[in-house]
């Protein structure tokens, strides 16, 4: 099993900045992309970036390209989520995914999900 642990998450006024982190914990050697995702209560999960095992690779969902930058540190076993600009819509709980998928775009290519942490972004 691993478990995933998300921190960073907080207010902040929109046009400012945060930094996200998810640190992953027990059998991570079969691990591949890491991710994140967004959800506000009674919505479906939605994708905002994922990043390769060696990091050479990201996605980002178009709402967040120029704003977000995901990135990993393997030796911590731990994924960032640097974002900029924030707006008043960014706002939502924001959760840490792994697996053994190459990418992890969808909710479904999941393996784990960390608890999540709030994003506000006031106006």
């Known amino acids: 099993q691993v478990q995933l642990v998300e921190s960073g998450g907080g207010l902040v006024q929109a046009g400012g900045s945060l930094r996200l982190s998810c640190a992953a914990s027990?059998?991570?050697?079969?691990?591949?992309?890491m991710g994140w995702f967004r959800q506000t209560p009674g919505k479906e999960r939605e994708f905002v970036a994922t990043i390769s095992r060696g990091g050479s690779n990201v996605v980002y969902a178009d709402h967040v390209k120029g704003r977000y930058t995901i990135s990993r540190d393997n030796a911590r076993n731990t994924v960032y989520l640097q974002m900029d600009s924030l707006k008043p819509e960014d706002t939502d709980v924001y959760y840490c995914a792994a697996g053994r998928m190459l990418f992890i775009t969808a909710p479904t290519a999941a393996d784990y999900w960390g608890q999540g942490t709030q994003v506000t972004v006031s106006p």
């Open positions: 027990g059998r991570t050697f079969n691990l591949n992309a």
